[in-house]
């Protein structure tokens, strides 16, 4: 049993490992050290300037420990049919989930640890003196572990796996991380779900029928929970940059970052339907395919900026908004969209 549950493991780790290399491409790397060194600048300008009224900060601090805390799955590795195929080693297949349990602890106690001990000088300027500190890391550790504990014991019904509960968990698990993969490659083993939003309904009847992919791209973003949250979080990280951050320059440059991200995530779109074999019966080549994608996200990219623009206060930095979104769209999304079909 135990290297059964080894090889899926395994064989699930290997998976994650191919399309990461898919994520930390170039460019996404160049973006995520632009906003690492944002992250870097404002975290030393907080210990250089603390707050004296530091209750704020407080708040801050109690929500990164409620979320680290809370952070975290236990990965079973279990699968539908093992409901019917491994029910007479019940009790083998409870140890295995013993065992996860531990590993899980392992992994995101160290992550929790790891973080705090980032945040340590915060912590020392609310008060903290470097023993008090230890004894809060030993402490949200006991906690971690009850908590995982609990994760564990949802699973276990009177001494009996609840197998439904226990699979239907799994498969959540795995699936949310396919469909983050999902957003920078094609992605196998990924099921979707689809939700419709009545509000957004008028937007649909704008479009114009006889344009196929434009009815179909608009219709999978807005449907589609991955692209309209993933659109949702980064502009609206953008826009509160652009209104708290008081270097306006700083501020724009982390919008265009976050404008960047989405962008760059949104042509998965263009994989979307790649399952749906009928679409294929259409006398529509792979050009038209090209062009609506453009344009949809050409669209987006502009209406994006002019929300942006209000938020902006500043004329230079309003000019640096435009010029490189305009950069952005009309130059590196074409060469990507091209770089898809060919």
């Not at 295995?96 to 300027?125: C, E, G, H, N």
């Not at 994006?304 to 500043?314: G, I, K, R, Y």
């Amino acid at each position: 049993m135990r290297e059964l549950f080894d090889k899926r493991r395994h064989s699930f780790t290997n998976q994650v490992l191919k399309y990461l290399r898919y994520v930390f491409n170039d460019h996404f790397v160049l973006a995520l050290m632009f906003l690492l060194g944002f992250v870097l600048l404002q975290y030393s300008q907080l210990l250089a300037h603390f707050p004296k009224d530091s209750w704020v900060v407080w708040l801050v601090m109690i929500l990164v420990i409620v979320v680290l805390l809370g952070f975290g799955s236990i990965a079973t590795y279990l699968e539908s049919a093992d409901q019917q195929f491994l029910l007479p080693k019940e009790e083998a297949v409870l140890a295995q989930i013993k065992r996860a349990k531990i590993r899980a602890y392992s992994v995101w106690v160290s992550v929790q640890t790891i973080v705090l001990i980032i945040l340590a000088p915060i912590f020392l300027k609310l008060g903290f003196v470097p023993w008090s500190f230890v004894l809060m890391l030993v402490i949200l550790a006991f906690v971690k572990w009850f908590i995982m504990d609990y994760k564990a014991k949802k699973w276990v019904q009177a001494g009996k796996l609840d197998w439904e509960r226990a699979i239907l968990d799994e498969e959540r698990r795995q699936q949310s991380l396919l469909k983050f993969f999902a957003l920078f490659t094609t992605v196998k083993g990924i099921s979707t779900s689809v939700k419709r939003r009545k509000f957004l309904d008028g937007v649909l009847k704008l479009l114009q029928k006889k344009k196929l992919w434009s009815n179909l791209y608009v219709r999978a973003f807005l449907r589609s929970g991955d692209y309209f949250s993933l659109f949702v979080r980064l502009f609206a990280l953008a826009v509160l940059s652009l209104l708290f951050i008081s270097n306006r320059f700083l501020a724009a440059g982390l919008a265009l970052v976050f404008n960047y991200l989405l962008l760059f995530q949104l042509l998965a779109l263009y994989n979307h339907y790649d399952y749906q074999y009928l679409i294929k019966l259409y006398p529509i080549g792979n050009q038209e395919k090209k062009q609506n994608l453009k344009q949809f996200l050409r669209v987006l990219a502009y209406l994006m900026t002019l929300v942006e623009l209000v938020f902006a206060f500043d004329l230079q930095a309003s000019l640096l908004l435009v010029l490189v979104m305009v950069v952005l769209v009309e130059g590196y999304l074409s060469y990507k969209i091209r770089k898809m079909i060919d």
